[in-house]
């Protein structure tokens, strides 16, 4: 009897451990799998998040940016209006009186050295700094006074640079009509080196870039070389030929700006309120 009851017992014992050992075969691949799957929810959520914030963060710095730009513009947009219109509005006997009147206006902005010009549809010029142009200029075929005809305010050109110190630049005008009765295009120079660094300097999330636009037309970039040409100029360059074929998206971006995925990048693109320009 007792062998029997031993032959049982250690059926019953491989019987138990077989059991066991299903149950670890199935059980411990199933648990895996779900840890698994539960760290890959887990890391897909935590990329959500991650990208979440890291888009919060562009658009957050590059209202900022653009905020500051729209900023130091607007002030010597307002500033020149102002000045346009109290020149519309006083009377004097010649244009050494302007002269005089508005010399003080030459050392307002650093970034305005001339101060402003005027150009008459008599085909006449006068320059309140006392530069003189070149025996036959007309101010009539100028685009900076083609570009402030019927405008009420002042209106931003294209950007240039200057043929003397190669500084990139760009011009405002408006119409003006002095009460002597003559009437033209009252226009300044902006010159660009400080917005140009600013611009190079501007790292939103510490690892961007920025490109300052008018249109097409590249304003300021982290590359010197880029200003005052065109997106299209750089046919090989895949985000800036991507940038261009969507121009409708970056002119237009809405109220305060708009985020896109460019070229497999992250984009805030922010209006830069009174330049009709956009910070990218």
Request: negative net charge; hydrophobic residues 40%; charged residues 25%.
């Amino acid at each position: 009897m007792e062998p029997k009851a031993a032959d049982e017992k250690l059926i019953k014992s491989r019987c138990g451990q077989s059991v066991s050992d299903r149950l670890l075969r199935i059980f411990v691949p199933v648990v895996t799998l779900f840890l698994l799957a539960v760290a890959f929810l887990c890391l897909i959520g935590a990329r959500r998040l991650c990208v979440k914030r890291s888009k919060e963060a562009l658009s957050e710095a590059s209202l900022a940016g653009a905020a500051k730009l729209a900023g130091k513009i607007d002030g010597i947009l307002e500033y020149y209006d102002a000045l346009a219109d109290t020149l519309e509005g006083a009377y004097f006997e010649n244009d050494e009186g302007i002269k005089d009147e508005y010399a003080g206006s030459l050392n307002r902005f650093e970034e305005v050295p001339a101060g402003f010009y005027l150009g008459f549809d008599d085909g006449s010029y006068l320059d309140i700094s006392g530069w003189k142009p070149e025996e036959g200029y007309d101010p009539r075929e100028q685009s900076w006074y083609t570009g402030g005809l019927g405008k009420k305010r002042m209106n931003l050109g294209d950007i240039w640079m200057s043929s003397d110190s190669g500084e990139p630049g760009v011009t405002m005008s408006r119409e003006i009509t002095l009460r002597d009765g003559r009437h033209g295009v009252f226009g300044a120079d902006i010159f660009l080196n400080a917005i140009e660094a600013g611009v190079a300097s501007f790292s939103p999330c510490e690892t961007g870039e920025a490109l300052l636009l008018n249109g097409e037309q590249i304003v300021a970039s982290p590359h010197a070389e880029y200003t005052a040409t065109m997106l299209t100029a750089y046919p090989k360059n895949e985000f800036l030929s991507e940038l261009a074929r969507n121009i409708h998206l970056i002119t237009s971006p809405g109220e305060g700006g708009g985020l896109k995925e460019l070229d497999g990048k992250y984009v805030y693109f922010a209006a830069v309120p009174g330049a009709d320009w956009t910070l990218v």
